[in-house]
């Protein structure tokens, strides 16, 4: 990550008068989802986790594995089970045929791809290769050293 010099500011940014404080907040908030018993979060619910994962950040990702059809977000997205049955085959043929090691699309012409936080590069349990995806439940100050 390159850092842009003070002279290669735009003054219409604001920027170069801009205070950005740390902040002092001794008891941080911690990001989770819903604990519902009858939400999309527990019902019908991970199949796998909590598993945890430690970001550059310093913070601790808490996740679960979910079904793909049955993730929350697309639980709350007003498709019909059917539909999300549909995608959940066209998710689990795309698993099998689209390795890792493989490349799917030219690299770009120009600029360069971003970098990931190598902390969200996860693994799924065995048996959940195909179908399943990680979702994340909630983010805290690091308990992962």
């Known amino acids: 990550m390159g ?10 940014t604001g920027l ?9 907040n001794d008891d941080p908030t911690v990001y989770s989802t819903p604990t519902d018993a009858t939400g999309s979060w527990k019902k019908p619910g991970p199949v796998a ?3 945890q994962t ?3 950040d310093g913070s601790t990702l808490t996740y679960y594995w979910y079904r793909f059809a049955d993730q929350p977000a697309l639980l709350n997205a007003g498709l ?3 539909e999300r049955q549909e995608m959940q085959k066209r998710v689990e043929k795309l698993h099998r ?3 890792k090691e493989r ?3 030219p690299p770009p012409s120009t600029g360069k791809l971003v970098d990931l936080d190598p902390g969200i590069i996860v693994q799924p349990p065995t048996g959940y290769e195909i ?3 990680p979702i994340a439940t909630g983010q805290s100050i690091s308990t992962i050293k």
Do not use: H
């Not at 850092?3 to 219409?12: A, I, L, N, R």
């Not at 170069?16 to 002092?24: G, I, R, T, Y």
């Open 80 to 82: 019909s089970y059917g």
């Open 49 to 51: 986790g909590p598993y």
């Open 131 to 133: 179908g399943y995806v």
């Open 103 to 105: 490349e799917y699309l």
């Open 54 to 56: 430690r970001l550059s």
């Open 3 to 12: 850092t842009v010099k003070k002279k290669d500011v735009p003054p219409e």
């Open 16 to 24: 170069l008068d801009a205070k950005f404080d740390k902040n002092s």
């Open 97 to 99: 045929s689209w390795t």
